[in-house]
Nanobody
Framework: QVQLSESGGGSVQAGGSLRLSCAVSGFRFTSTSRCMAWFRQPPGKEREVIARTVIGGGGQDYVDSVKGRFTISQENAENALYLQMDSLVPEDTAIYYC?????????????????????WGQGTQVTVSS
């Protein structure tokens, strides 16, 4: 059974940094190839994907609003996905979720829609004050 659990959210002032973690159980990074992503849902808005990667290799991409400020990474030894968030602005305030597809989705090109992400964490709140 695949389970994802986010941590690392909190409150920070504009210009600050946070690092979100997503602990993964149910599959091993070293023995899979699949998409994982970070999504966020700001207050009163729809959920959006902000960063995607392919576990096992295959690139990364970011939504324009976080490009150059956020970095998605994986740590195989920890079986964890991370999101380093720098130069935070109030518009980054949201609930942040990590998500994973099943093992058939192995390239970024087939991981564009949120509907292909079958596994989700419970979310972690990030609040950025001005």
């Amino acid at each position: 059974q695949v389970q994802l659990s986010e941590s690392g959210g909190g409150s920070v002032q504009a210009g600050g940094s946070l690092r979100l973690s997503c602990a993964v159980s149910g599959f091993r990074f070293t023995s899979t190839s699949r998409c994982m992503a970070w999504f966020r849902q700001p207050p009163g808005k729809e959920r959006e994907v902000i960063a995607r990667t392919v576990i096992g290799g295959g690139g990364q991409d970011y939504v324009d609003s976080v490009k150059g400020r956020f970095t998605i990474s994986q740590e195989n030894a920890e079986n964890a996905l991370y999101l380093q968030m720098d130069s935070l602005v109030p518009e980054d305030t949201a609930i942040y979720y990590c998500a994973a597809t099943g093992p058939l989705y192995r390239t970024l090109s087939v991981c564009r829609e949120s509907s292909v992400f079958a596994y989700w964490g419970q979310g972690t709140q990030v609040t950025v004050s001005s």
